[in-house]
T-cell receptor
């Protein structure tokens, strides 16, 4: 099991450019989450999918942010155009919900550190 | 408005002593509470969880206590070890999504 795989690990881009972050969840997991970590807000949930369908995107900060999950093994988070305040670490996480009576949390990827200059 | 709060940004503890990390929450509908540990340049890793119907869960050196009436939970680490130095996130589940607190940075001094 390779875990949740995110790419790239680091991204430096200029303001106004489009940025695409990628995530491959653990095989068999039916939930996928995108989080953003900043010093001010900690870990904030941006959007999550269940069986490839977006369920809640209320955490997406602006229309500049969009996320897709075209299949069970791949998701993207896109920022267009990017701004310096988007600089943060972006995490993808996945889980499988077998039962509501037990829960052991999510498995996180190693994150993508985004710097917008 | 933060639903999960960790009011101590940092904590220092001597090796071998007890570390107590605190967390408060506002949403009485949370059904599971979790603690995650995060090292620099890595993703958070699951540490321990507790159902809202219990008041204590223990796993080795880690124990989580839940006080529903006070909407408060705590993580006890006994004895603390230098390898426990990390950022600890308190989290709570609201149906399908998990809400995280801002984190507490724990330093265990040898």
């Amino acid at each position: 099991d390779a875990g949740v795989i995110q790419s790239p690990r680091h991204e430096v881009t200029e303001m106004g450019q489009e940025v695409t972050l990628r995530c491959k969840p653990i095989s068999g997991h039916d939930y996928l989450f995108w989080y953003r970590q900043t010093m001010m807000r900690g870990l904030e949930l941006l959007i999550y999918f269940n069986n490839n369908v977006p369920i809640d995107d209320s955490g997406m900060p602006e229309d500049r942010f969009s996320a897709k999950m075209p299949n069970a093994s791949f998701s993207t988070l896109k920022i267009q155009p990017s701004e310096p305040r988007d600089s943060a670490v972006y995490f993808c996480a996945s889980t499988r919900l077998d039962s509501r009576s037990s829960f052991y949390g999510y498995t996180f990827g190693s994150g993508t550190r985004l710097t917008v200059v | 408005d933060q639903q999960v709060k960790q009011n101590s940004p940092s904590l220092s503890v001597q090796e071998g002593r007890i570390s107590i990390l605190n967390c408060d929450y506002t949403n009485s509908m949370f059904d599971y509470f979790l603690w995650y540990k995060k090292y620099p340049a890595e993703g958070p890793t699951f540490l321990i969880s507790i159902s809202s119907i219990k008041d204590k869960n223990e796993d080795g050196r880690f124990t989580v206590f839940l006080n529903k009436s006070a909407k408060h939970l705590s993580l006890h680490i006994v004895p603390s070890q230098p390898g426990d130095s990390a950022v600890y996130f308190c989290a709570a589940r609201d149906y399908d999504k998990v809400i995280f607190g801002p984190g507490t940075s724990l330093s265990v001094i040898p």
